[in-house]
């Protein structure tokens, strides 16, 4: 499913603040200097349906305080590539079975500019249930994403968000379980729809 070329920038940008697109281009464009890091899109049977988990961190004086996410983070040196990097994260912060894991692939790499990130989310598939153990100090509840109500369209929805103290934008973002899901994780799952959709089509 992600052998083929994969939707890019295209299907990010769906999901992304409403900016003038050469603004977009720079803002999305990797500085020099920035870190790595790597986030794992988990597909696992849940009832009658396939989910992602996402989760909900705490609130911190950092820029992601209080966001929605995809487990993962920063590539350490111990880490072979960023496939380990969010294998590992993803043991860490959710508890599951990392060995267990089966790759699919990769979605393309995504800037995150407000904290000099470069992504790169890797797929992957347990064929299992997993028993969640959310790491208390990084998450404050996990939050289950059924694939049928990532492609419904009545999801997408738009409102302004204080992006910092001084930036108030309006956005697109997926509502799931009321929870706001926007900026670089609803990026990434828009790529991940395009995809899903396009199989499903």
């Given at each position: 499913m992600l052998r083929d070329p994969l939707p890019g920038?295209?299907?990010?940008?769906?999901m992304s603040a409403r900016f003038d697109k050469d603004i977009?281009?720079?803002y999305f464009k990797p500085e020099e200097n920035a870190k790595k890091g790597g986030v794992l899109v988990?597909?696992?049977?849940?009832?009658?349906?396939?989910?992602?988990p996402l989760m909900l961190r705490p609130e911190y004086p950092g820029v992601h305080g209080g966001?929605?996410?995809?487990?993962?983070?920063?590539?350490?040196?111990?880490d072979k590539n960023l496939i380990h990097t969010a294998l590992r994260e993803a043991e860490e912060e959710i508890g599951i079975k990392s060995a267990d894991v089966e790759i699919l692939g990769n979605l393309s790499e995504l800037f995150i500019f407000a904290s000099n990130f470069l992504v790169v989310p890797t797929v992957g598939y347990l064929n299992y249930k997993?028993?969640?153990?959310?790491?208390?100090?990084e998450?404050?509840?996990i939050i289950s994403l059924p694939v049928s109500h990532l492609i419904d369209p009545s999801v997408v929805k738009f409102t302004d968000i204080q992006a910092s103290k001084s930036i108030r934008l309006n956005a697109p973002y997926f509502d799931v379980e009321g929870h706001v899901v926007w900026g670089a994780t609803a990026m990434m799952l828009s790529?991940?729809?395009a995809i899903i959709t396009?199989?499903?089509s």
């Open positions: 920038r295209e299907a990010q940008l769906e977009a281009e720079k988990l597909f696992y049977p849940d009832e009658n349906d396939i989910s992602i966001q929605v996410s995809f487990p993962g983070g920063k590539f350490e040196p111990q997993p028993d969640f153990v959310p790491e208390e100090n998450v404050e509840k790529e991940l729809k396009k199989i499903y």
